[in-house]
């Protein structure tokens, strides 16, 4: 199966037949016998806690055991995720965590752990799509006008991004690559500050999820010119994807998963994928996460896992074909 042929199934709908092949919570005997420590590794109120918070409380109420959450913000979700890699595999202690766990080992050259081999891939819970952004008043209406803009200033053009090395700084990165533009990056502390400047026309273009930038969009401030899925967003009907525009390398998405520590037991993974992909499944919380434009997903273990080293191997070229490097 090809990376499309996967992003394509893992957007499908879960539906009842599939659950019906999920194990029982039952099947790990006695777990969890107490409640789960589940580790956020950012603050309260962004995305990542959001969407984790969500599908644990959903977990807890199948599980019929507090999921109780922790957040552990710090060096770009490293600390928390480290946290989770040196506990004890037994279920007890899990990570959710946002696209960066497979993209920090590529920009941190000592990280204290490896994304890959120092964790147990259980399920991906959702993803979103970026969206290619300019300010409202700008005189630029979709993805071509954009090139030939920036095209004809090619030392005057700076495209943002809420921080270095996060998905929408590799997205514009990208974009720059396949498109053959000179744009200079401007990171910010965050995209709240990134997204005000790109209004005021302080910069030209951005690529930002869609919690974030959306609401801005529809109160008409943003313009969206594409968005990086690999079709149209629910919320944006009338935006094409970049695929559209004549981009096929150009799909990224933001995407939440969840983890245990490496080593653990084959059953307990079983029992937590089942209970997110039915959390997953429950119509409120499919409900909310269509408010943050994001599609649930809840894969086996093995099809996440691949998913990862996929998206690990992409990442690493894109970073290292930009040179990006992080201390």
């Not at 990208?174 to 200079?184: D, N, R, S, W």
């Not at 801005?216 to 690999?230: D, E, F, Q, Y």
């Not at 037991?265 to 499944?281: D, F, G, K, T």
Request: charged share 15%.
């Amino acid at each position: 199966m090809n990376r499309r042929q996967f992003l394509q199934a893992g957007l499908a709908t879960i539906g009842s037949a599939q659950l019906a092949a999920f194990p029982s919570p039952s099947s790990a005997a006695g777990y969890p016998s107490g409640p789960v420590r589940v580790v956020i590794p950012f603050p309260a109120g962004g995305p990542t806690d959001v969407v984790g918070r969500l599908v644990a409380q959903s977990m807890s109420e199948i599980l019929k055991q507090s999921l109780v959450v922790d957040n552990r913000g710090g060096a770009s979700g490293t600390i928390g995720a480290d946290m989770v890699a040196k506990a004890q595999p037994n279920g007890q202690t899990l990570l959710i965590n946002v696209s960066a766990q497979v993209i920090n080992p590529f920009l941190y050259p000592k990280l204290p752990h490896d994304p890959l081999k120092d964790f147990t891939p259980i399920t991906n819970l959702a993803s979103t799509p970026l969206q290619l952004l300019v300010a409202a008043d700008s005189p630029i209406h979709n993805v071509n006008e954009l090139i030939k803009y920036v095209k004809s200033r090619p030392t005057g053009c700076s495209f943002a991004s809420a921080s270095n090395g996060v998905p929408g700084h590799l997205a514009g990165e990208l974009f720059k690559m396949t498109t053959g533009i000179a744009a200079v990056h401007a990171p910010y502390k965050g995209s709240a500050p990134a997204l005000t400047d790109l209004i005021g026309g302080q910069v030209t273009f951005m690529f930002d999820s869609m919690p974030a930038s959306l609401p801005l969009v529809k109160a008409g401030k943003l313009r969206s010119l594409a968005v990086t899925g690999m079709r149209r967003s629910k919320s944006l009907h009338d935006v094409p994807t970049l695929v559209e525009s004549g981009f096929p390398e150009m799909t990224m998405t933001t995407w939440y998963g969840l983890w245990g520590p490496a080593k653990t037991p084959p059953e307990i993974v079983a029992v937590l994928q089942s209970a997110a992909a039915r959390a997953l499944a429950n119509q409120d919380v499919r409900a909310r996460l269509a408010d943050l434009s994001a599609d649930p997903l809840g894969e086996s273990p093995e099809r996440f896992a691949a998913f990862c080293t996929q998206e690990a191997e992409r990442y690493a070229k894109i970073i290292k074909a930009a040179g990006i490097r992080l201390a």
